[in-house]
């Protein structure tokens, strides 16, 4: 009977229905919210996954490359992340006082100001491309070659800012299921163009690393255009419409405050990112390249524990919109507990089965080693990661974006980076010790989040 139910309850999450998070059992909530979380974030990290599959295929340089621009279009993603937490925040406080009128509204500002910023990124990068493979360690030849590929990923940055930024708004109205399909959709469309565009096919001329580029691009934007759809065509709890994007300076100021501190707190964490990518570039091809496919097999188990720990901003705002902030909390320690069995899972699957997964994604023998050896040493502080996302999350979905900011330059900056460089540089002197200072600051990261949410302050944050 608990096996019919639970069948039951999983396809109420994928279908979707309007629910209210702020009444009933708090554990159906999290398990309704999650479900579609943790698929749609499966899907994002398939792009990565899919992407880097072919992409080898293609050779260590072209790896390389991928990389780099991706460290680099890591900022994009935080500005991206920074709007999203303000839309779910903004939503979901307001769908909480059972405002839907302004819950749409403060969505439809959030997109106005995304399309700006887009804009602005895309010229940027179309014209400095070159520079900024330059800059992250990449030869000339690499260069000259691949070049193409991060003036096109540049170029299309809207839709990676609308995917991420949309899905946030249908998180905080509750409405998960919208956000898992978008993905879905737009990484079928990934996975079917990406070998065509790449390779080729009959009269589809082999495009190479520029291929891959493009069917990235391409897929995302089928999935922003399902969410449109969605937003203006078949609504659901919330009706938007298209002259809810007329300025409104007080509420673009809100989302402001909360976006660029959320942004700040992602740059902080993606620019120690492309720092030790830049160390990795320093050792040799075969190092980086290991580097990046451990890498995007970490993000892929990450981002279906981050889609859970979403449930927990989503929770977290609309109990708090409602006048309910014990039952906000409770709902954060129980993602907390599914999440810790989960990435515990994780690291022991990485532990068992992570040499024949890296096999697959790799054929260099060299670039094999690095990242077995990365693999399992990060995942070992997986467990950390795992409360440290949901208390994160929970901060962010009550519009508190500041204390994770503060945590993310303690752990990152004063522990990792330093760590990084003094021990690749001065003591161990191989990729090793740059995957040591990433378990440590896991670890830092963790205990610190623990600590502030523990001590409430977040409940009090006005919204």
Not at 258 to 270: A, D, K, M, Y
Not at 280 to 290: I, L, V
Not at 437 to 443: C, G, N
């Amino acid at each position: 009977m608990k096996l019919k139910r639970l069948f039951s309850l999983f396809r109420q999450a994928v279908r979707g229905s309007q629910q209210d998070y702020t009444e009933g059992s708090i554990r159906k909530a999290v398990f309704l919210l999650a479900i579609p979380m943790i698929m749609e974030m499966i899907m994002e990290s398939v792009f990565a996954v899919v992407d880097i599959f072919f992409v080898g295929k293609l050779g260590n340089a072209a790896v390389a490359t991928v990389g780099l621009t991706e460290s680099v279009l890591s900022l994009v993603y935080s500005l991206a992340i920074g709007l999203s937490m303000a839309a779910t925040a903004l939503v979901a406080r307001r769908v909480g006082e059972k405002n839907f009128k302004e819950a749409a509204h403060a969505g439809m500002q959030t997109i106005l100001f995304a399309l700006l910023l887009s804009t602005i990124v895309a010229v940027v990068g179309l014209f400095s491309a070159g520079s900024i493979l330059r800059l992250m360690g990449a030869n000339a030849n690499m260069i000259a070659q691949n070049i193409r590929y991060t003036q096109i990923m540049f170029g299309g940055n809207v839709v990676i800012m609308l995917l991420f930024l949309i899905n946030g708004i249908f998180r905080g109205a509750g409405d998960a299921s919208i956000a898992m399909r978008s993905l879905w959709i737009a990484n079928i469309c990934n996975i079917i163009l990406c070998p065509l565009l790449i390779y080729g096919l009959g009269p589809i001329p082999a495009l190479g690393l520029k291929g891959a580029a493009i069917a990235t691009t391409a897929g995302r934007s089928v999935g922003v255009l399902y969410q449109l759809y969605r937003l203006f065509i078949r609504k659901g709890l919330l009706s938007f419409y298209l002259y809810q994007l007329r300025p409104q300076k007080e509420l673009l100021w809100q989302i402001v405050r909360i976006g660029s501190t959320g942004t700040i707190q992602f740059l902080v964490s993606s620019a120690s990112w492309i720092f030790l990518a830049r160390l990795m570039a320093g050792f040799h091809e075969a190092a980086m390249a290991g580097y990046q496919v451990a890498i995007r097999l970490l993000i892929f188990f990450l981002l279906p524990a981050w889609g859970m720990s979403n449930a927990a901003a989503t929770l977290t705002g609309q109990n708090l919109g409602a006048g309910k902030p014990e039952r906000a909390e409770k709902s954060v320690w129980i993602t907390t507990g599914y999440n810790v069995i989960f990435m515990l899972s994780v690291s022991l699957f990485f532990f068992l089965f992570g040499e024949p997964i890296v096999n697959f994604m790799n054929s260099d023998i060299q670039a094999r080693h690095f990242a077995l050896q990365a693999l399992r040493i990060i995942s070992a502080g997986y467990v950390f990661f795992g409360v440290e996302m949901v208390m994160m999350n929970a901060f962010n979905g009550a519009g508190d974006t500041r204390t994770p900011t503060v945590v993310n330059l303690i752990g990152f900056w004063l522990f990792q980076i330093p760590l990084a460089w003094v021990l690749s540089r001065y003591y161990i002197r191989e990729p090793k010790a740059i995957f040591i200072a990433i378990l440590i600051s896991q670890f830092i990261t963790a205990l610190l989040s623990f600590i502030l949410f523990k001590k409430g302050s977040w409940k009090k944050v006005k919204v």
